[in-house]
């Protein structure tokens, strides 16, 4: 590891670092949205967006904050994960425990890291959970790695805050050095959550306008599915294809579109539709 930039040492807010939202899903104790707050702050992250708290940020989530209440008054707050993750090409969620369909998982080290090499490209989220049960199946399904701190499995309770503390922590330090951080490929725009959501409902209606599923049965396969995809992380010309391909299998395209006249126009005067190879 080479020496340290200090420039970058004493900057405390660079754009890749701002470019990294931490995500809070339905906290339950306002002081810890002050204790993540505060957290953050020491270590020059600070955009937070909140999805459904229990209570707004209150007299005692800016007591926590002791300082960062700057970043509570500018927390975003959100009716839904999905709305949260709006335009991030990379979702990390926080999982304390093994989930019945495995997920790529990252030490919090690794997790910073690849944070930071794809913040040089766009947004990127850390997703935290409820206190008590963390984040549900269905949210975890919306990122792309699972992170986990690796606490003694004979106590693993770990105060949220705490919990964004070593994020955090870890963030900062791989920052500071001066490791190579993940390749990322220059100009790959990988589909946002929200786009990525449009997809997955229209293959999920389409599992069930073809008879490939049973919709009451079908609830692990969609997760591997969206296993599979966050994995690939298609861009939006992709998705779109895989869409047409959807359509298709649902009946709303048809081959006679694609049919060769004799004629360049059709029996409607107008130019008819070819297959471009």
Not at 95 to 123: F, H, I
Not at 212 to 219: M, V
Request: glycine share 6%.
């Amino acid at each position: 590891m080479g020496p340290l930039d200090e420039s970058r040492m004493m900057d405390p807010s660079p754009k890749v670092l701002d470019a990294i939202r931490f995500v809070l899903v339905e906290t339950t104790h306002s002081g810890n949205l002050g204790a993540v707050a505060r957290a953050m702050k020491t270590m020059g992250l600070r955009r937070l967006d909140l999805v459904n708290p229990r209570s707004s940020p209150d007299a005692e989530a800016v007591a926590r904050a002791a300082g960062a209440d700057d970043l509570l008054a500018t927390a975003r707050t959100h009716r839904a994960l999905v709305d949260a993750l709006r335009g991030c090409r990379l979702v990390v969620g926080s999982s304390a425990r093994p989930r019945t369909v495995e997920w790529p998982l990252l030490e919090p080290a690794d997790c910073a890291r690849r944070l930071l090499a794809e913040a040089r490209e766009g947004e990127v989220a850390l997703v935290l959970g409820r206190e008590r049960s963390g984040l549900t199946n269905e949210e975890l399904a919306r990122c792309h790695f699972l992170t986990r701190i690796p606490t003694d499995p004979g106590f693993s309770s770990l105060n949220l805050a705490a919990a964004a503390q070593i994020f955090a922590y870890e963030i900062r330090r791989a920052w500071r050095a001066d490791a190579e951080p993940p390749p990322v490929a220059s100009g790959w725009d990988p589909a946002p959550p929200e786009v990525l959501e449009g997809f997955h409902a229209h293959l999920a209606q389409t599992m069930v306008d073809t008879g490939f599923c049973d919709p009451a049965q079908s609830r692990k396969l969609r997760q591997r599915l969206r296993r599979l995809f966050n994995r690939a992380r298609p861009d939006r010309v992709e998705l779109n294809i895989l869409r047409g391909i959807l359509s298709a299998a649902q009946g709303r395209k048809t081959p006679a579109r694609f049919r060769k006249t004799d004629s360049p126009t059709d029996s409607r005067g107008q130019a008819a539709e070819v297959s471009e190879e």
